[in-house]
């Protein structure tokens, strides 16, 4: 029994803390997010050399070779930060392929995720916003082993940015998954402008698209369950960034409470501040612990993740929104001012909160998955 | 105990809703001028400073007609009455009670007739609540106050003509109520420079506006030196129930009603899904208590009862909805509420796309934060001892 | 427009406080809810003395023919004081007789109910505590003109003590209501022991009961309608003692917290006591306007009752609710014993929730008669 | 970070699971001598004082297996492992690390063996949270302690044999934490009045004790006269985690699921309707982040670090959950719920009826109220300022 970060994670910790201080503090985020795809070639570059970029790709395809719970120690760093940057994106597509992935496959895509020539992102979503199977109307048409796909998909994160999209389709009864090149003919794709400026998600379009047979995720034995899976993951890693970001935004506020004089006192003395703080710290250290649980599960208990992501993200949702709102609320005033960063960390629980269902749809699967 | 109105009543009633029906009909809204033309028709109605003396250009309205008047028009949708929104609220008023005639010719017409705006300079950086504890220095000098300082929360700055200033003219006072002074202030004196403060929602209503040697000659004293903090209180009588504003909230809930009907969640409709309906029913049961509390409000206003501190009950529901109604449209609305501008392809009426929902914290924090409406029930009316 | 007690209200109002004071202060109201049937005669007749028993009854029927506006003032004030009395019951069942009995009804059936000497109450539940016209199984048997009905009816309130019970059952596709008096043959009912001891309620059992003709209402055109307001009005007569009850919860935890002197000071200088004491006043505040508007309705627009009770009912339930906790919790370890009186405003919050509709239920009804 | 158990713990706990289902089966809860059987078996095991020294007669055991030890217990629904609970959860520790041989050879073995009864008198009337202002008076008269005063919310004092008391014996410290002296009382001295105390739910569980002139021998002294205020906190190593309360709470948490699948609800079965669902979910999740709390707090134990204000957010979390299964139950009930002793009509089995549901300040309230849990987390943990 050991809840607590080993020593290596605590050094991915440090590390990562220090590299985002120096090279993406407030300032940057902000220029960044400002650019047409909130993106900065330097940082990918840096973060690649860094091994972020594939912390759980295997070593023998180019990356580190580590497990959930050191990437939830690294985003849980990024989202603190707000570090505008496809991180969760990419590396759910190197899991899809890692986990669905054949061999060849594997060797075919890892190594340009693990240093960060390509970008991945799963494009799991349509119109309708459906969550899981039902969600999923793309269908293949079957042609010389391959299928040609025609559709679109829709809320793609870093959609305008990404090489490489994981998009589940219907063949017959099956779920298949392609692995589709932005490059490849017929494929287009766009982010828009969203609230919060720092992530950016989009739309992919594919028209009368080629996916080629050993494009096709050999691994799933159900597409269905494979689909499942990536939805928890990505729940996971979102939760992982939302746990960070409200833990910054608690921060923030508690020392503007001990910082800002009113009626001749810091605003902090008073219950009506220090209570609704105090209730920060409470849920904060409540969706971390179950966070890394959940993020424990993906790699020891794969049959506890559905409920551990379910619970994580609930909470963790529920908790962030009230965060972000009391965060700018006990601001007073300044805190809707462009220029303080309280504001950004409200915008983040808003892009949070849907991001891979929200808490009614999370708190709905703990009831069925608890059998009542 | 009647809700119902008396017939001289319903006949005003009646009034102002052919009176809108008539100006305000599609028509009317899309011709050129509608704008100007409305603003003159009501002017001619004396609907403009309508609770202002007729001495002075206003329509000597008692309250009960006050609210009708903005109860309808709310509900139609109108236009404002005037434009010159805080000269009409409480510039004009405080220059009627505390205004030299000089000021009242100078002012109040153009006022009414929406010539220019007027600012507000009260807050100041450091004192968002406590506002009385004002730094911003006035110094008589001969003819002249001469003005150093800050202003900030100062909204519409960068587009008035004149700001209604509150400074300290008096650093020794025991009571930090006292050595306040009121001036007037054209806003393009030398000295003075607005910076607008940008907002998360990507606009900036408000400004910081700072004071560098600004001259102010002495006519434009508004009351007595050293006794401005009276002068923001107005003692016109000025309906305070809220009335019109439930309005506007109900006309925001029926849109968002409107979008639960049409927007899917998890592949269902919104406005059948039970927690989506709890807090519909929620918001608008709580609309209703304080169209209803405003009712009472305005009962007492109308037995002559002074109204302070109850209104914070309302202050507070309408912070929990400007939070609410945003926070349901966007939960409503899932990953396509992150797309500000709309998701032409979320089969959801553009026009009901959610706009204004960062704009909260302007009601949450600009009338009194709602731990300082706690505070004002807690202390004024429940009588329990200061923190 | 007066949205204030009228002259004669205020009146209404004063006289009864002080009555209540006077012949009914908390050790009185002690000592009849420890009495088997919380009941006490010498009261009851003082009650219908000053005309509180006939309040809404005409005055050609032995009534003072007052209105629902007159009788939430009284309430309001039985509510503040937790008077155990079948005040309710009985108001309820002389207000089903007057909307929908004949001439000859209300001349039998009223003047007894005005002067105390019968009991009323409405026994409108079954097994299933449904409410409304699909909670109504007791099906009638045609004899002669009138009907036999067996069956039982549950939680009615007052059933040890009332003598007249107003009970809907079926005819065919009709719901019909039968006048039923404890003394007929095969008549039984019992109260039973409740949570908030100042409120009885119990079985109604039905043993082969024969109702005559005439003591069927004559009135309903829509029996299902009738119900429905029944329902609407028992929801507004209990919502009206909420009312009270909770504003008399506020004012003795408010006076608790200027009393209470801990680390120094006063509790009620704290913002973590004294911002619940102000939502408290929020909440009883908009309770008592929505509540009037509904009481207005039932004389004045009775199209509009439905969602007028249903907002009061669903609003008031919800700060009852929390009234009621926040009362005890904020006296700290006194407010649960039995010697202080606020646990006894705690337990009729659980008794009020249910009693002819919960928050979830009413808030429900806003919504359906919302149109969505 | 590793959620799993070590191969020697997981053995440890199989023999607890072994032990539990040998001597918690159903026929072994059936027979008479059940409690007395069970209360040997574990005192011959040295799971009574898990945690106490064996030269004590304890079991010396780790903090590790503690959690075990009680959690496997709590999941059993074991009765517990003795029945001085006071008397093994803090007046042994205390006596262990402040206590002479007399006192130690005396009590502790008493107190394993669940011989009699310990109470705790600490709260006062006008001091409730605030403890070390404790005004009981203690004064040495040769070879005795006179005591008066008065102690309240003394739980079991009416079935208690002896009393482990705080007293002042200084009055003029300038620190209120000295001048404090712990005393052993025993129940029967004359001078000792208890009074019980009814509570709301009908019980009496809590007593007020006057304190005429006790006289109580000074070999009854724990600790140092003035230094009493050390002996509410032990050194003993004592497992924390709150991990075995946690498999409480969900056991009563399944209990209002199966009440919720058995009670219909305006017509439908309960745990069918998306708002009972979501707040059934949002319970388990709660007490299943309680558990991963609790683990974290272990962590931090087995690592030696110290373990303080942490606590106070499962306490928020407890007091929370005390309230709101109550209010589900209820709810879920509708006006059956009103039935203290069940309803046979309702279709429910009597046996989930909610017991208790009155009873939720003795959690809420009993160790801290929130508002000082969450002043402890501001002023302690994140360093705001105090009140």
């Known amino acids: 029994m050991n809840f607590g970060l080993t020593d290596e994670q605590q050094i991915l910790s440090n590390v990562a803390r220090r590299f985002?201080?120096?090279?993406?503090?407030?300032?940057?985020?902000?220029?960044?997010?400002?650019?047409?795809?909130?993106?900065?070639?330097?940082?990918?570059?840096?973060?690649?050399?860094?091994?972020?970029?594939?912390?759980?790709?295997?070593?023998?395809?180019?990356g580190v070779g580590?497990?959930?719970?050191?990437?939830?120690?690294?985003?849980?760093?990024?989202?603190?930060?707000?570090?505008?940057?496809?991180?969760?994106?990419?590396?759910?597509?190197?899991?899809?392929?890692?986990?669905?992935?054949?061999?060849?496959?594997?060797?075919?895509?890892?190594?340009?995720?693990?240093?960060?020539?390509?970008?991945?992102?799963?494009?799991?979503?349509?119109?309708?916003?459906?969550?899981?199977?039902?969600?999923?109307?793309?269908?293949?048409?079957?042609?010389?082993?391959?299928?040609?796909?025609?559709?679109?998909?829709?809320?793609?994160?870093?959609?305008?940015?990404?090489?490489?999209?994981?998009?589940?389709?219907?063949?017959?009864?099956?779920?298949?998954?392609?692995?589709?090149?932005?490059?490849?003919?017929?494929?287009?794709?766009?982010?828009?402008?969203?609230?919060?400026?720092?992530?950016r998600m989009g739309d992919l379009t594919l028209?009368?698209?080629?996916?080629?047979?050993?494009?096709?995720?050999?691994?799933?034995?159900?597409?269905?369950?494979?689909?499942?899976?990536?939805?928890?993951?990505?729940?996971?890693?979102?939760?992982?960034?939302?746990?960070?970001?409200?833990?910054?935004?608690?921060?923030?506020?508690?020392?503007?409470?001990?910082?800002?004089?009113?009626?001749?006192?810091?605003?902090?003395k008073y219950q009506g501040v220090k209570h609704p703080l105090a209730e920060m710290y409470v849920d904060?250290?409540?969706?971390?612990?179950?966070?890394?649980?959940?993020?424990?599960?993906?790699?020891?208990?794969?049959?506890?993740?559905p409920l551990a992501t379910a619970r994580a993200k609930a909470y963790a949702s529920e908790a962030f929104t009230r965060i972000g709102t009391d965060g700018v609320q006990l601001h007073g005033a300044i805190g809707f001012t462009a220029e303080y960063d309280i504001q950004l960390y409200l915008k983040r629980s808003k892009w949070a909160l849907p991001a891979f269902g929200d808490a009614e749809f999370h708190y709905e699967r703990v009831s069925s998955l608890g059998g009542y | 105990m009647d809700f119902k109105l008396t017939p001289d009543e319903e006949a005003f009633r009646d009034e102002v809703r052919a009176f809108a029906k008539e100006n305000l009909s599609p028509e009317a809204r899309k011709s050129s001028g509608f704008l100007s033309n409305w603003l003159k028709a009501v002017r001619e109605k004396r609907w403009v400073g309508f609770n202002w003396p007729e001495a002075y250009g206003g329509g000597g309205g008692g309250i009960m007609k006050q609210v009708i008047l903005k109860e309808e028009m709310a509900k139609a949708g109108a236009?404002?009455?005037?434009?010159?929104?805080?000269?009409?609220?409480?510039?004009?008023?405080?220059?009627?009670?505390?205004?030299?005639?000089?000021?009242?010719?100078?002012?109040?017409?153009?006022?009414?007739?929406?010539?220019?705006?007027?600012?507000?300079?009260?807050?100041?950086?450091?004192?968002?609540?406590?506002?009385?504890?004002?730094?911003?220095?006035?110094?008589?000098?001969?003819?002249?106050?001469?003005?150093?300082?800050?202003?900030?929360?100062?909204?519409?700055?960068?587009?008035?003509?004149?700001?209604?200033?509150?400074?300290?003219?008096?650093?020794?006072?025991?009571?930090?109520?006292?050595?306040?002074?009121?001036?007037?202030?054209?806003?393009?004196?030398?000295?003075?420079?607005?910076?607008?403060i940008k907002n998360m929602a990507g606009g900036s209503l408000f400004s910081e506006v700072f004071f560098d040697n600004v001259r102010v000659p002495v006519e434009n004293l508004l009351g007595e030196e050293g006794k401005g903090w009276a002068v923001t209180?107005?003692?016109?009588?000025?309906e305070r129930s809220g009335i019109s504003e439930v309005a506007g909230l109900a006309k925001q809930l029926d849109e968002v009603i409107e979008l639960a009907k049409q927007a899917t969640r998890n592949g269902r409709r919104a406005s059948e899904q039970p927690?989506?309906?709890?807090?519909?029913?929620?918001?608008?049961?709580?609309?209703?208590?304080?169209?209803?509390?405003?009712?009472?409000?305005?009962?007492?206003?109308?037995?002559?009862?002074?109204?302070?501190?109850?209104t914070s009950i309302n202050k507070l529901h309408r912070a929990f909805l400007a939070i609410e109604l945003g926070d349901l449209s966007l939960e409503i609305l899932g990953n396509a509420s992150q797309y500000l501008g709309g998701d032409e392809t979320s089969g959801v009426d553009q026009n009901l796309w959610p706009n204004g929902v960062l704009d909260w914290p302007t009601v949450v924090i600009g009338g009194g934060t709602p731990n300082i409406q706690r505070n004002i029930i807690a202390e004024r009316i429940l009588g329990l001892p200061k923190d």
Chains 1, 3 share one sequence.
Not at chain 1, 35 to 41: L, Q, R, T, V
């Open chain 1, 20 to 62: 985002l201080d120096e090279r993406a503090p407030m300032s940057t985020v902000r220029d960044v997010m400002e650019s047409p795809e909130a993106f900065d070639d330097k940082l990918w570059s840096a973060m690649a050399e860094l091994g972020w970029l594939g912390l759980i790709i295997d070593d023998e395809y180019g």
């Open chain 1, 66 to 199: 580590l497990g959930w719970v050191d990437l939830a120690v690294l985003l849980e760093e990024t989202g603190r930060g707000l570090l505008p940057a496809p991180l969760i994106s990419t590396s759910l597509a190197a899991a899809a392929i890692s986990d669905f992935g054949s061999a060849d496959q594997k060797g075919r895509y890892l190594p340009s995720l693990a240093d960060g020539s390509a970008i991945g992102t799963l494009a799991l979503l349509e119109d309708g916003d459906v969550l899981g199977p039902d969600g999923i109307a793309l269908a293949g048409v079957k042609e010389g082993g391959g299928y040609r796909l025609s559709g679109s998909k829709r809320f793609v994160h870093d959609a305008g940015v990404a090489t490489l999209f994981i998009v589940p389709f219907r063949a017959g009864s099956e779920i298949l998954f392609a692995v589709v090149q932005s490059s490849a003919e017929g494929v287009s794709s766009q982010s828009r402008r969203t609230m919060d400026e720092t992530k």
């Open chain 1, 207 to 268: 028209d009368n698209v080629l996916v080629a047979p050993d494009d096709v995720l050999a691994g799933p034995a159900d597409g269905a369950v494979a689909l499942a899976r990536l939805f928890d993951l990505a729940a996971v890693a979102v939760t992982a960034e939302m746990i960070g970001a409200m833990d910054r935004a608690r921060e923030i506020t508690t020392q503007y409470a001990k910082d800002r004089i009113q009626f001749g006192a810091p605003i902090g």
């Open chain 1, 284 to 305: 904060v250290e409540t969706s971390r612990s179950l966070l890394y649980y959940a993020a424990w599960c993906v790699g020891e208990k794969p049959d506890g993740l």
């Open chain 2, 79 to 196: 236009p404002p009455l005037g434009l010159c929104l805080m000269g009409l609220q409480w510039v004009g008023p405080a220059i009627i009670e505390y205004g030299t005639e000089e000021q009242k010719k100078s002012f109040l017409p153009d006022i009414l007739d929406s010539k220019y705006q007027w600012c507000t300079g009260y807050s100041e950086p450091g004192y968002g609540s406590d506002l009385a504890s004002l730094q911003c220095k006035a110094v008589r000098d001969g003819d002249e106050y001469v003005i150093n300082g800050q202003k900030i929360w100062t909204s519409i700055a960068s587009w008035s003509k004149w700001m209604i200033l509150l400074t300290r003219t008096d650093f020794n006072t025991d009571d930090k109520h006292d050595g306040i002074t009121c001036l007037l202030v054209e806003m393009d004196s030398p000295g003075i420079e607005v910076r607008p």
């Open chain 2, 233 to 238: 209180v107005s003692a016109l009588a000025h």
């Open chain 2, 275 to 310: 927690s989506i309906r709890r807090r519909l029913a929620k918001a608008d049961t709580i609309i209703e208590g304080m169209r209803l509390n405003g009712q009472r409000f305005l009962t007492r206003q109308l037995k002559g009862e002074p109204l302070s501190s109850e």
